[in-house]
């Protein structure tokens, strides 16, 4: 359950770590079936073992009508010395570009 793999990752505070800032862009994401680029933001998605849930972590911003999208926002995550982690960056497109809860 996500309560549990949360108190992992609080657990594995104890450990050693280190803050660290992602920058995330993307090139040449392919145009809607309608012709026009991509209304697009990323989710980011971390886990410490392969058998645990994926807990999401941040999501950026949306980048309307960009097939080479550079994204504002930095997501950040604890990043522990000597603990396998687990990144999983999945590009939606927005149908509204006001929000960045619509994925499809």
């Known amino acids: 359950s996500q309560a549990s793999q949360?108190?992992?990752m609080?657990?594995?505070w104890a450990q050693p770590s280190t803050k660290v800032q992602l920058s995330i862009s993307c090139e040449f994401l392919r145009k809607l079936e309608s012709g026009y680029a991509p209304n697009s933001f990323?989710?980011?998605g971390m886990r410490n073992s392969k058998?645990?849930?994926w807990l999401e972590?941040?999501?950026t911003e949306v980048i309307s009508h960009d097939v080479n999208p550079h994204w504002v926002k930095l997501i950040t995550i604890?990043?522990?010395f000597e603990i396998e982690q687990y990144l999983?960056?999945?590009v939606f497109n927005s149908n509204n570009?006001?929000?960045s809860n619509d994925a499809t």
């Open 42 to 44: 990323v989710v980011v």
């Open 97 to 99: 570009s006001n929000t």
């Open 51 to 53: 058998e645990e849930d």
């Open 57 to 59: 972590i941040g999501r």
């Open 6 to 8: 949360a108190a992992r």
């Open 10 to 12: 609080i657990t594995s």
């Open 88 to 90: 999983k960056f999945e």
């Open 78 to 80: 604890s990043y522990f």
